[in-house]
T-cell receptor, first 115, second 110 residues
Framework: GAVVSQHPSRVICKSGTSVKIECRSLDFQATTMFWYRQFPKQSLMLMATSNEGSKATYEQGVEKDKFLINHASLTLSTLTVTSAHPEDSSFYIC???????????FGQGTRLTVV | QKEVEQDPGPLSVPEGAIVSLNCTYSNSAFQYFMWYRQYSRKGPELLMYTYSSGNKEDGRFTAQVDKSSKYISLFIRDSQPSDSATYLCAMNVNNNDMRFGAGTRLTVKP
């Protein structure tokens, strides 16, 4: 299957700082990328959908000014958690697909801990 | 009512057993159905991808979709300890939205 690389896999930051997470499709062009958040023992919760070259579409309840998403190229999307707080600590996962109605492939996930 | 219902388990079986994992859903518009396997602290890995009703087999894994009952299943034959993981069902319509089940935690004991 296609490969999606997510970096970093783990990050610890101080409260009030910003953290950037990268998601790259290594062997296909990702026209659409998705960002999810997963709490322990819970399912994936979609945060936002981004199409290359367009503004991201955020799910209800997700603060777009706090979770900045950029999808500037067909192989790279970034999620920046701004002014992070301990309640932002979670597992963040991206996924990507190369067109409509195709399966999505996931990155390895990033465990964010805000102290 | 959630759009996708999946028993979170945990489910524990002995090695070699046949495992049956299931999801029900309420949105009859769902057309694409997926099963993901997620090991602890890792991203989900796509196992099976099916369109509409029917069966699909890949090695020890068989996915079944019954759209009339809004019910999907994943069967694992000859289960192995390495199959121990959380299994997530997912489905979507002809757009960006993908809905996930809660995930079933499976343990295969040697």
């Amino acid at each position: 299957g296609a490969v999606v690389s997510q970096h970093p896999s783990r990050v610890i930051c101080k409260s009030g700082t910003s953290v950037k997470i990268e998601c790259r499709s290594l062997d296909f062009q990702a026209t659409t990328m998705f960002w999810y958040r997963q709490f322990p023992k819970q399912s994936l919760m979609l945060m936002a959908t981004s199409n290359e070259g367009s503004k991201a579409t955020y799910e209800q309840g997700v603060e777009k000014d706090k979770f900045l998403i950029n999808h500037a190229s067909l192989t790279l999307s970034t999620l920046t958690v701004t002014s992070a707080h301990p309640e932002d600590s979670s597992f963040y996962i991206c996924s990507a697909r190369d067109g409509w109605n195709t399966e999505a492939f996931f990155g390895q996930g990033t465990r964010l801990t805000v102290v | 009512q959630k759009e996708v219902e999946q028993d979170p388990g945990p489910l524990s079986v002995p090695e070699g057993a046949i495992v049956s994992l299931n999801c029900t859903y309420s949105n009859s518009a769902f057309q694409y159905f997926m099963w993901y396997r997620q090991y602890s602290r890792k991203g989900p890995e796509l196992l099976m991808y099916t369109y509409s009703s029917g069966n699909k087999e890949d090695g020890r894994f068989t996915a079944q979709v019954d759209k009339s009952s809004k019910y999907i299943s994943l069967f694992i034959r000859d289960s192995q300890p390495s199959d121990s993981a959380t299994y997530l069902c997912a489905m979507n319509v002809n757009n960006n939205d993908m809905r996930f089940g809660a995930g079933t935690r499976l343990t295969v004991k040697p």
